[in-house]
């Protein structure tokens, strides 16, 4: 074998028992209590649990946005997740009027493949159907290994969002060809008459942002979409869902039998709407808004119950600089934030806190996203699978400061936040790329990653 991983605690989305984890060629070969096999390396893991690596599936590297570009490279940005336990990311690859569906993935490929240090695998976002013509190619997209496509029911003036039409056809058009689509969804014209309301009456600070996007703006999108999903009877997966009411829609449409996922983040799970009164709250200013207190715990509750079946990052990270752009005005902050790093670490804290159990930390960041999104060979520590694969110590705090992380932001909005229990190790098919703080990875051996459509 070339590694063997020896008396961990395997923790997979349904079991937690001790074994060993033999691992050749990159995919698991054996698992179980004391092998009989030698190893080229042998790692010793008592007292350590064994997961399977992460899956983000909601990130934008290298992302035109906000007047500029987000601050992590394809290279930073897979670096920064192999560093916190993530093995695979999924990047939104952005349609532009006239660019075909396959055309925008291979051209974000191409910058990828280069660069990744884990695998990475795309959703494309459509912001344009050429007169009803891409449709005839999403089924080109699921061969491509792309079945998944997003939807922005917002950013009309970035070029970006989608009518309720475009929406309802592609929904449509998915369901015909075995693609999930994902939805941003928020009310771009509640927002923007309370933007204009705020901003003339002298209300420039990052409160604002939340104010012009409080819960209501986030819920109504969510109803509508759901709405469609419900009337078309097609699959929906709506992003970075943040607020109670929508969360009650989501639970409302799968108790009724509807194909309704559901995408939280962290930064929803643990900040309430209090940061954007901080001196700092324009680097929480990301879209949609961090809520109240009352959403939060409405998420965690919906998470546990399983009616929010993934947990991802919506990493977008902008520097100082840029979000200074809006001291005086929010809406010239740039929306987003880093977090492709703190991820599973934050999730599995909270399992070590009690919060959930390890399993769900799995099942959620792991397991749940590579049964939606099709990653056959990934989510869980089993025999044939992927050797994507974190050492974990329960016992290792970490507080999370700037100078700890990978990603290329000069900010971040977990500085000072502390964790009970850190990832040691990280492996990306059976290659060791994270080793106790360091990242021990390479540019140009993360792998496209071809998924399976729903049919
Ligand atoms: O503020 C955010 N989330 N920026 C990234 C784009 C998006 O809406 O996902
Ligand atoms: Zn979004
Ligand atoms: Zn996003
Ligand atoms: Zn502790």
Same mark, same amino acid.
């Given at each position: ?23 050749? =060629? ?17 790692v010793d893991a008592s007292g350590k649990l ?11 590297? +290298? ?52 660069? +990744? ?19 005839? *190619?999403f089924e080109a997209a699921v061969s491509y ?17 989608? =009518?309720?039409g475009t929406l309802a056809q592609i929904l449509?058009?998915?369901? #015909?060809?075995?693609?999930?689509? $994902? ?64 969360? *009650? ?12 996922? +559901? ?10 709407? *209090? ?17 109240? &207190? ?27 600089? &840029? ?11 740039? $929306?987003?934030?880093?977090?492709? #790093? ?52 329960? #016992? ?6 700037? =100078? ?52």
């Amino acid at each position: 074998m070339d590694l063997v991983i020896k008396n961990g605690t395997i923790v997979t989305a349904a079991e937690t028992y001790v074994a060993d984890v033999a691992i050749k =060629d990159g995919k698991i070969a054996m698992l179980g209590k004391n092998l009989d096999v030698t190893g080229e390396k042998v790692v010793d893991a008592s007292g350590k649990l064994v997961l399977p690596g992460a899956i983000d599936v909601h990130t934008h590297l +290298a992302m035109p946005f906000g007047g500029t570009v987000s601050a992590d490279s394809y290279l930073a940005g897979t670096r920064a997740a192999a560093c916190g336990g993530t093995t695979t990311v999924f990047d939104y690859a952005i349609q532009r009027k006239g660019q075909g569906i396959v055309e925008t993935v291979e051209a974000r490929r191409a910058m990828a493949e280069p660069e +990744a240090c884990v695998d990475i695998a795309f959703h494309c976002a459509i912001t344009d159907l050429a007169g009803g013509s891409l449709l005839e *190619e999403f089924e080109a997209a699921v061969s491509y290994g792309v079945p998944s496509f997003k939807c922005f029911m917002v950013y009309k003036k970035e070029g970006m969002m989608v =009518d309720d039409g475009t929406l309802a056809q592609i929904l449509l058009k998915s369901k #015909e060809t075995g693609v999930l689509t $994902n939805v941003h969804a928020e009310n771009p014209d509640l927002i923007d008459i309370r933007i204009a309301e705020y901003l003339s009456r002298g209300k420039t600070s990052p409160w604002y942002h939340y104010m012009s996007r409080p819960e209501f703006v986030e819920a109504e999108a969510d109803h509508r979409a759901i709405h469609w999903a419900k009337a078309l009877n097609a699959p929906l997966y709506i992003v970075h869902l943040a607020n109670r009411e929508g969360a *009650e829609a989501v639970t409302k449409a799968r108790d009724q039998g509807y194909e309704v996922y +559901a995408e939280t983040c962290p930064q929803y799970l643990h900040f309430t709407k *209090e940061v954007y009164k901080r001196e700092d709250g324009r680097n929480f200013v990301c879209s949609p808004p961090i809520k109240g &207190e009352e959403s939060r715990e409405a998420l965690w509750a919906a998470l546990r119950r399983g009616d929010i079946q993934t947990v991802a990052t919506d990493h977008c990270p902008f520097q100082s600089y &840029e979000k200074d752009w809006g001291k005086d005005d929010f809406t010239k902050i740039p $929306n987003g934030c880093a977090g492709i #790093e703190n991820m599973y670490p934050y999730m599995l804290s909270a399992a070590n806190e009690g919060k959930i159990t390890f399993n769900k930390a799995v099942e959620v960041c792991s397991a749940n996203p590579a049964k939606i999104f099709g990653c056959t060979e990934k989510g869980t520590v089993s025999p044939g699978a992927d050797a994507d694969i974190v050492i974990y110590d329960p #016992e290792k705090d970490f507080t999370i400061s700037r =100078d700890k992380m990978h990603s290329d932001c000069d900010h971040t909005i977990w500085e000072g936040v502390t964790l009970h229990g850190y990832p040691v190790q990280t492996y990306s098919r059976g290659k060791l790329v994270y080793d106790n703080g360091n990242f021990t990875g390479e540019p140009g051996w993360g792998k496209f990653v071809k998924r399976a459509g729903r049919k």
